[in-house]
T-cell receptor, first 116, second 115 residues
Framework: EAGVAQSPRYKIIEKRQSVAFWCNPISGHATLYWYQQILGQGPKLLIQFQNNGVVDDSQLPKDRFSAERLKGVDSTLKIQPAKLEDSAVYLC??????????????FGPGTRLTVL | AQSVTQLGSHVSVSEGALVLLRCNYSSSVPPYLFWYVQYPNQGLQLLLKYTTGATLVKGINGFEAEFKKSETSFHLTKPSAHMSDAAEYFCAAAPFYNQGGKLIFGQGTELSVKP
């Protein structure tokens, strides 16, 4: 089966610019996640969708970050305006059901964002 | 709040030697536990997971982990390291039977394998 797809793979922007990332989860997976992975750290959950509804966005910097999952399939994550500290790898993952049922999350290859 | 701690940000072993990566969790109720591996410029891949039942869990590529409730630990081992095992390893925990729960990752351990 096809894995989680993400684009672009790499992005370099200047601070205060805008950027958007796209994710296509595994077909049939109801739960979709966006993680931020700063160099040398573990992934940190930014937002979790169940179908097209938001389950958890407690760690999403809502003044600059936004995400949507239209029709419960693809998702986009946007940063506007970007700051230097946003430099990180942004990982998208999906799973059949939410984490509290012990199911595996499948990760995409990530988008490496560099903010200059 | 639940947390996951990985002891040692970097571990170096010789090829053929035992690999031991340590993971401890803090939770009043034992969570679901996972080990993921991340190769350079790639996403995370599941090595193994503990849900319920047998406390010794076997995963891919010869890795295994043992859940010890009394020690709140879930250490990852492999009897004989291979050069291809060089990667970043993440331990993670998800709350047990909590639909609103989220996966919490440790900070990661980078494994180096010397020839």
């Amino acid at each position: 089966e096809a894995g989680v797809a993400q684009s672009p793979r790499y992005k370099i922007i200047e601070k205060r610019q805008s950027v958007a990332f796209w994710c296509n989860p595994i077909s049939g997976h109801a739960t979709l996640y966006w993680y931020q992975q700063i160099l040398g750290q573990g992934p940190k959950l930014l937002i979790q969708f169940q179908n097209n509804g938001v389950v958890d966005d407690s760690q999403l910097p809502k003044d600059r970050f936004s995400a949507e999952r239209l029709k419960g399939v693809d998702s986009t994550l946007k940063i506007q305006p970007a700051k230097l500290e946003d430099s990180a790898v942004y990982l998208c993952a999906s799973s059949l059901v939410p984490p509290g049922y012990g199911n595996e999350q499948f990760f995409g290859p990530g988008t490496r964002l560099t903010v200059l | 709040a639940q947390s996951v701690t990985q002891l040692g940000s970097h571990v170096s072993v010789s090829e053929g030697a035992l690999v031991l990566l340590r993971c401890n969790y803090s939770s009043s109720v034992p969570p679901y536990l996972f080990w993921y591996v991340q190769y350079p410029n790639q996403g995370l891949q599941l090595l193994l997971k503990y849900t319920t039942g047998a406390t010794l869990v076997k995963g891919i590529n010869g890795f295994e982990a043992e859940f010890k409730k009394s020690e709140t630990s879930f250490h990852l081992t492999k009897p004989s390291a291979h050069m291809s095992d060089a990667a970043e390893y993440f331990c993670a925990a998800a709350p047990f039977y909590n639909q609103g729960g989220k996966l919490i990752f440790g900070q990661g351990t980078e494994l180096s394998v010397k020839p």
